[in-house]
């Protein structure tokens, strides 16, 4: 079985200050896809960016970076000169490879404010 | 274009009632999902679904059940509603599960179900 543990509940920063959040996950498998979902105010489930468990390169788009760290299991997401804009849900998952058709596995999420 | 819709937005019925909540996916996936929700924002796999077979979770009542008209379609009917099924469900589409390449699950905007 899979687990993800996203420790932060709530995060709130002021606008313009970097934030990571942490994603920690366990599983046996050794092939397996870690993710992160973007749940804003109007209720949807945004992707926004996938990574498998043989490439632990650092990802960065824009202001979002993700470092994915097997060694510690981690799987963080900082978010760099915040926006009120970011204020949302934000899950982190996990799905193994060939695992059947087993769905996501979802943290339960780090709500995150940014005030202007 | 809308990649995965779902109908209705919102549902309000009385308890004991029979519901059904409709998914549809332009993406050309074969694997379909259906989440649930619940008030916390905890997000737990129901089903998923491909054309050669459905994965319950063992933790869903057998009130629910999903029906699949086509492979761009997985409805969810749920009989005798409780008050505890209220929460919001949200149906997500990958493509072949196994694939190396595509597994990750694009959510409908989901579904709000309140159980009076």
């Known amino acids: 079985a899979q687990k993800v543990t996203q420790a932060q509940t709530e995060i709130s920063v002021v606008e313009k200050e970097d934030v990571t959040l942490d994603c920690v996950y366990e599983?046996?498998?050794?092939?397996?896809?870690l993710f992160w979902y973007k749940q804003p105010p109007s209720g949807e489930l945004v992707f926004l960016i996938r990574?498998?468990?043989?490439?632990?390169q650092n990802e960065i788009s824009g202001r979002y970076s993700w470092n994915f760290q097997k060694s510690t299991s981690s799987f963080n997401f900082t978010i760099t000169a915040s926006q009120v804009v970011d204020s949302a849900v934000y899950f982190c998952?996990?799905?193994?490879?060939?695992?059947?058709?087993?769905?996501?596995?979802f943290g339960k999420g780090t709500h995150l404010i940014i005030q202007p | 274009d809308t990649a995965v819709s779902q109908t209705p937005k919102y549902l309000v019925t009385q308890m004991g009632n029979d519901k059904s909540i409709k998914c549809e996916q332009n993406?050309?996936?074969?694997?379909m999902y259906w989440y649930k929700q619940d008030s916390k924002k905890f997000l737990k796999i129901m089903f998923s679904?491909?054309?050669?077979?459905?994965?319950i979770n063992e933790t869903v009542p057998n009130r629910f059940s999903p029906k699949s008209p086509d492979k761009a379609h997985l409805n969810l009917h749920i009989n005798s509603l409780e008050l505890g099924d209220s929460a919001v469900y949200f149906c997500?589409?990958?493509?072949?599960?196994?694939?190396?390449?595509?597994?990750?699950?694009?959510f409908g905007p989901g579904t709000r179900l309140l159980v009076l």
């Open positions: 997500a589409s990958s493509q072949e599960v196994g694939s190396a390449t595509q597994e990750t699950q694009y």
């Open positions: 599983t046996r498998d050794t092939t397996y896809y």
């Open positions: 990574r498998n468990s043989f490439d632990e």
């Open positions: 998952a996990l799905t193994v490879v060939g695992g059947g058709a087993d769905g996501l596995t």
């Open positions: 993406l050309g996936h074969d694997t």
């Open positions: 679904y491909n054309n050669k077979e459905l994965i």
